[in-house]
């Protein structure tokens, strides 16, 4: 691989590194010079700090190294990959080998891995429309079912590349699976990974392999593709894919005009990335014995403010009062749809069985960004009441859209519409 072609040399991770070329220049005019220590006498601190900066930004090399040895493998470096996970499988290749590398690497996609990559899937309409398939192949694959899921992933890999380049999939002989400024995107991500994927695999073949061949798998030319390593690597094609359509989202297949990036808003960056770090490393679920509000029913002033259940019960009264409008407000949406038609969309789904009261029964915290708050809806049917229990998914956003951490601020609670399936597509209750 080339210089031109390393990742180290995307925009970004160039533009980090010269800052702290530039950084390092002044610390070398400073020590050159007594007289400046006793003028600033603090820039001391300031320079150690930042030894400790760069430091820990050795790590921007990972995606080099991580393609180098197992990219000829069908794994490849991605923005959403766990950089710890990256660095230590890229240890045990050179200490141990590739084989017992690849085993950990496949290992490292399980249930919490998917949760979290699955979640992602909500912030871009294509990949969003698959969420339920998705949970179909991770049912298949946590409970060891391969066979099941790695066809399904990826039938759902092809698609998605299909709806998102709007021009071919994955598997096409002419797919362009680059952006710029992107690690997954880069040409010895996604665009590699795809020439190996789809090699011609002409003769039936009863050995076990160790790399999803589209073509030998769907055609049934593979006889014994169905194992974890083949299946993880599935996954790991899919969530890079995402991130690929997320660079595609902002604007990225294309260079942008350079943009100047001052020490301020650099250090800050570091900090906003150091405190989501910090902030999902210190979330814990909460018990729900010990939420002492639960059950709950009444006044939602009584409920703490930026919680799930005060979304739930929020968005739960609004349903009561057929406040449609703002119904459509707190929906999670996975495309850009007038906020008049939101309204029409809540009115036409929400609007055919209408509660005339609820309660919250317990609250369920699944991960940083996502609680299930469990409650119990009463209807009034032909003069006698009904009651329905439902899951209510709900998921925390930053100002971007993207799942985020709930301790962090300015974000909101959006609820998932599918939770109340069973209930505003039922033709009675």
């Not at 970004?12 to 070329?21: V, Y």
């Not at 610390?27 to 220590?37: D, I, Q, T, V």
């Not at 090399?61 to 996970?85: C, H, K, T």
């Not at 930053?398 to 601020?409: A, C, K, W």
Request: hydrophobic share 40%; aromatic share 10%.
């Amino acid at each position: 691989m080339s210089k031109s072609k390393k990742i180290i040399d995307n925009p970004t991770s160039a533009e980090l590194l010269k800052q702290f070329a530039a950084f390092e220049s002044l610390e070398a005019l400073y020590k050159a010079f007594p007289f400046a220590r006793r003028i600033f006498p603090k820039m001391e601190d300031a320079f150690n700090e930042f030894n400790k900066i760069k430091k820990q930004a050795e790590i921007l090399g990972a995606p080099d190294q991580f393609n180098e040895r197992f990219a000829n493998l069908g794994w490849i470096a991605y923005e959403s990959m766990n950089i710890e996970v990256m660095q230590k499988a890229i240890n045990i290749c050179d200490a141990e080998g590739k084989e017992p590398a690849e085993q950990y690497l496949a290992d490292s996609y399980g249930e919490e891995e998917l949760k979290w990559g699955i979640l992602r899937f909500n912030g871009n309409r294509h990949f969003g429309k698959r969420v339920r398939l998705a949970e179909l192949a991770r049912e298949d694959y946590l409970a060891g079912r391969y066979h099941a899921c790695v066809p399904l992933l990826l039938s759902l890999l092809d698609g998605l590349v299909n709806d998102v380049s709007k021009h071919v999939g994955f598997f096409a002989e002419n797919v362009d699976l680059t952006a710029w400024d992107c690690i997954a995107a880069h040409e010895s991500g996604l665009q590699t990974l795809a020439s190996i994927l789809t090699k011609g695999r002409n003769k039936t073949n009863e050995d076990a392999i160790s790399i999803p061949y589209r073509n030998g798998i769907l055609h049934g030319r593979e006889l014994a593709f169905d194992n974890k390593v083949v299946a993880a690597k599935c996954w790991a094609a899919l969530f890079a894919a995402r991130d690929w359509a997320g660079a595609l989202d902002d604007g990225k297949k294309e260079p942008k005009p350079k943009e100047e990036v001052s020490w301020k808003q650099l250090f800050k960056q570091i900090s906003e990335t150091n405190l989501l770090k910090k902030s999902i490393e210190e979330w814990k679920p909460r018990v729900s014995e010990n939420i002492p509000y639960l059950p709950f029913e009444g006044d939602l002033s009584h409920l703490p403010e930026n919680t799930p259940e005060h979304a739930v019960a929020a968005f739960l009264d609004h349903w009561c009062n057929k406040r449609f409008g703002l119904i459509a407000e707190a929906l999670l949406y996975f495309t850009d749809t007038p906020k008049g038609k939101k309204a029409g969309m809540a009115r036409q789904d929400f609007g055919n069985h209408i509660p005339v009261s609820f309660k919250l029964l317990d609250i369920d915290d699944q991960a940083a960004a996502v609680s299930h708050v469990i409650a119990e809806l009463c209807f009034e049917v032909d003069g006698q009441q009904k009651f329905k229990e439902v899951s209510v998914h709900a998921i925390y956003q930053d100002l971007e859209n993207n799942p985020s951490v709930r301790s962090m601020p300015n974000g909101h609670w959006r609820i998932v519409q599918n939770s109340f399936s069973d209930i505003i597509h039922a033709p009675s209750l």
